[in-house]
C-alpha cells in the first residue's frame, strides 16, 4: 500500500481510471470503518485521496473518520480523562495533518477550512484556531455566510467584542439583501447588540 502512496507513482498512471479506483478504496474504507479496523481504515483514506485527490468528499469524510470516530474505537468506557485527551488530540492532529493535504491539491477551499476549524472547536475546544481557520473559510470566494457569523461568535466568546463588531461591520456591506442565507438582517442586529454591549462598558 505504501509504494502504491504517492501521486505520480504507480496511481499516477491509472488516467481515466482515477475515479474507479479511489471510489473501490473508498469502499474498502467504509468496510473497514464497519469492523472498526483503525489501520485498514486509515490506510484506505489515504489510498483513496491517492488514486483521486479532486472529490472533497473523501477529505472532508476521511478527516471525520480519523478525529471523531478513531478515538472511540482506541478507548474503552473505563479508559482514564487524561488518556482520552490524548488519544482525541493525537487523532484531531491526524485529521488536520489529512486536511492540510488537502489544501495542498485543492487550494484555500472554505469547505476545508470549515472542517478543521470544526475539528478545533469540537474535538480540540481550542477555540482560537476554529476562529482562525472561521475567518480563512469566510475570506474565500463562495464560502458560507456562517462561516463569517461563526468567526464574530467566537471572536466575543474570547471577549474581543471590539473585534466582532468590527470584522461584522466589514462583512455588511457586501452581504445580498436579496439572499436569505446571506441573514444580513440578523447581522445588523448582532451589530446593534455589540454596540449596546461595548457603549455599557
Request: contains cysteine.
Amino acid at each position: 500500500m505504501t509504494a502504491m502512496a504517492g501521486h505520480g507513482g504507480t496511481l499516477g498512471l491509472l488516467g481515466g481510471m482515477r475515479s474507479s479506483v479511489a471510489s473501490g478504496c473508498w469502499l474498502r474504507a467504509n468496510l473497514a470503518w464497519e469492523r472498526r479496523d483503525l489501520v485498514a481504515t486509515t490506510a484506505l483514506i489515504e489510498l483513496t485521496v491517492a488514486a483521486d485527490e479532486r472529490p472533497l468528499c473523501f477529505w472532508l469524510n476521511g478527516a471525520r473518520m480519523l478525529a471523531c470516530d478513531m478515538p472511540e474505537w482506541r478507548l474503552t468506557d473505563r479508559a482514564p480523562a487524561a488518556l482520552r485527551v490524548r488519544v482525541n488530540e493525537e487523532q484531531a492532529q491526524l485529521a488536520l495533518h489529512f486536511l492540510e493535504k488537502g489544501l495542498r491539491w485543492h487550494g484555500a477551499d472554505p469547505a476545508l477550512y470549515i472542517e478543521m476549524a470544526n475539528i478545533h472547536l469540537r474535538r480540540r475546544g481550542d477555540a482560537g484556531n476554529a476562529a482562525r481557520c472561521y475567518r480563512l473559510a469566510a475570506k474565500q470566494p463562495g464560502a458560507p455566510y456562517y462561516a463569517a457569523r461563526i468567526y464574530a461568535e467566537l471572536l466575543h466568546e474570547m471577549n474581543q467584542p471590539q473585534e466582532a463588531l468590527a470584522w461584522l461591520r466589514e462583512i455588511l456591506p457586501v452581504l445580498p439583501a436579496d439572499d436569505p442565507l446571506a441573514r444580513r438582517d440578523v447581522v445588523a442586529e448582532r451589530i446593534k447588540a455589540l454596540e449596546q454591549e461595548l457603549a455599557a462598558q
